[in-house]
């Protein structure tokens, strides 16, 4: 049993992974800077693009950016949920679809078929169809119409000092709250 | 296109003149358009915004905002079935197929002869004698599928409504206890000349010593009200009747207005004696408009009378009117500062207080805004002296109050109790035996479980507006509260986002618990959801939505849990499925074309 003086010794492992977004919260998170240093004495890196690791063991935190476009993203989301024990939807398009959203009100058939067939210099008149090419979905969704979310850190893409806030909040006990200059967007 | 203009110019021309081209009735510019053609195309936007010095975004405004303005056909005849929890205990979901099949329509849909259309709409006001619906904005009433079967035929053979049964548009007033407000007699005038002898200052001191509070729900002190307006600075007063009764199972003003209007009229006339007033007007909600010419006859007498006019009942000085404004369909027009909008001919939409309409209302100037039913007991204040006034119901909550009772009971219809009587009594003289719960003040009001039903009706125990709807022993309160979100999603007026956004995610999670699909995690959402309503909405119409599912969440949890299924979380749409259409363009059909659940 630990006291209150006695903060939590073992290092929290972390996974993060971009569905369908831009990268650019993971940008943000790398925008920690000497900040991350200060992070990895609390946390160590599980599945991320950071460690390059391909499928997540068992974590307690997961980190999502982007949200759910196609078969593939379901499968790794699955995975992040079965084993992390708290899941974070990091950015817009975790939390609402963000842009890629904007597909939604079309047909995702008609959609391939002006990509593939009708943009002017299209010449391979095929529709890619491997068996290794994940599927679209017919719609693009937040992760929490998937599975479910524990937190959500809002931005396009959330500030350092969200991020930073948001996870040592988390790490050190405390429900995380982010201020007022943490969201906003300007 | 000359032609078209003309013939706008026609049509169009009447109208403006008799509002006198002035944009404060808009409004009622657009009904009387839409009562003409039908619905408001698009050269009569522009032909009213040229007329009216508007833009034409503002006339369209107003026309997207309110459920009962058309801006594309929606038939000769518009028929659009209440859909009030109580209208579906009465069996309209049967009859709303039956007349979309007979009629070969889906919901929603206008037949492609430019006949008819069928909808939903809310809460009609008809709840004791419903089933109902209103054709053309004419409630029927008492439907079976008889009267459907009926109605089908005299769409079809487009028989005029006024050619119809005159028994399908009887509305009776079903008043089953009457206590001082609905047995005490009153002659034309009889309350007024009083208020008259007592003088602006001796009437305020009375209806300050009978300590009465307003009727429309929030309660607030009449005569304190009435003060601050008569002190406010303006250049003139306004007295507003608001009998915009909307929320769901409340018709108390509906029987008011049907059977009592000299008294809502000598209470407005009151009213604006006290502050220095000299117009009135009434906001009838446009599923009242029925009523309309009889009550501008009544109003038409009174002025014959000496009881509106100039110099009523010879007092030089005392001028005082009344005009009636129709509503377009919007429940959040209920509230006061929603309703000054909406008499200004613009979008419902409800503005911020402070500063409060007492000092800068209609127009910017004094306004007094009164429930109908307060305005009718100002009479019975003038009649018999605050004094007595204040001997009738409790300590904090004097007088009677009407209620609207609905639902399972033997005699549904208007009960006038004295402030401080039981539910169970309730229960008990409307014949409803086997109850399991009562909606206290319709849908933004309190349910009440079995055990609760000794506690008392006044502002400091259970306070309503005026509606008690009873559900029996085989009722699914999940249903019930499912019902009411629907309602407050399709009302919110969506300036603020905690309300447009959060009524319809609790609904989504409401349907997706109805669904099957739902888990703890839909359970701590609405909860969630609810504070973040309560909290953050801008006025109460937001703030009090999330009510019914926090109320049965708590009292009939069972109703919820057995539809829960027992894991972390199920998404409410088929992942698999939503695979379907990418299959089908790319020909695939091998494993990982497809999605299994999530175990």
Known sequence: ?186 | MSLVNSSAGGVLEPILERYSRNPCHLMQILRETQERLDFIPKWAVDYLAKALALAPAQVQAVIDFYAFFYDSPHGKYRVLFSDNVTDRMQGNTALLSRMLSRLGLTLGQTSGDGLVSIDTTSCTGMCDQGPALLVNNYPVTKLSSQRVDQMCELIKSQTPLVEWPAEFFRVEDNIHRRDVLLSTGMANGQALKRALELGPQGMLAEMKLSNFRGRGGAGFTTGVKWEACRNAPGQTRYVICNADEGEPGTFKDRVLLASFSERVFEGMTIAGYVIGASKGLVYLRAEYRYMLEKLQATLEARRKAKLLGKDILGQKGFDFDIEIHLGAGAYVCGEETALIESLEGKPGRPRIRPPFPVTHGYLGQPTVVNNVETLAKATLIAQNGGAWYKGLGTKLSTGTKLLSISGDCNNPGIYEYPFGVRIAKILEDCGARNAMAVQVGGAAGTCLARHEFGRKLAFEDVSTSGALMVFGNNRDMFEVARNFMHFFKHESCGFCTPCRVGTTLMCNLMDKIANGKGTGYEMNELSRLHRLLKTASHCGLGQSAGRPVDDTLQKFRPSYDRRLKQKDFEPAFDLDAALAPAREIMERDDMDAHLGTDL
């Open chain 1, 1 to 186: 049993m630990l006291s209150p003086q006695e903060p939590l010794k073992r290092k929290l492992r972390v996974a993060t992974a971009s569905l369908s977004g831009c990268f650019g919260c993971h940008m943000s998170l790398l925008d920690l800077d000497e900040n991350l240093l200060d992070l990895i004495e609390l946390v160590e890196f599980d599945r991320s693009p950071i460690t390059d690791v391909k499928h997540c063991g068992t974590c307690d935190i997961g980190i999502i950016e982007g949200g759910v476009c196609n078969s593939e993203n379901v499968h790794v989301l699955r995975e992040f949920r079965k084993n992390c024990r708290t899941l974070i939807a990091l950015g817009a398009c975790a939390i609402n679809g963000g842009l890629p959203t904007l597909r939604n009100g079309l047909d995702i058939r008609e959609v391939l078929r002006e990509v593939y067939f009708e943009m002017p210099g299209v010449v391979s008149n095929t529709i890619p169809n491997d068996v290794e090419l994940p599927l679209l979905l017919d719609k693009v969704r937040p992760i929490n119409e998937v599975v479910r979310v524990d937190y959500f850190i809002p931005g396009c893409p959330p500030s350092r000092d969200a991020i930073f806030k948001f996870l040592t909040d988390l790490i050190a006990g405390r429900t995380p709250r982010l201020d007022y200059p943490q969201m906003r967007f300007d």
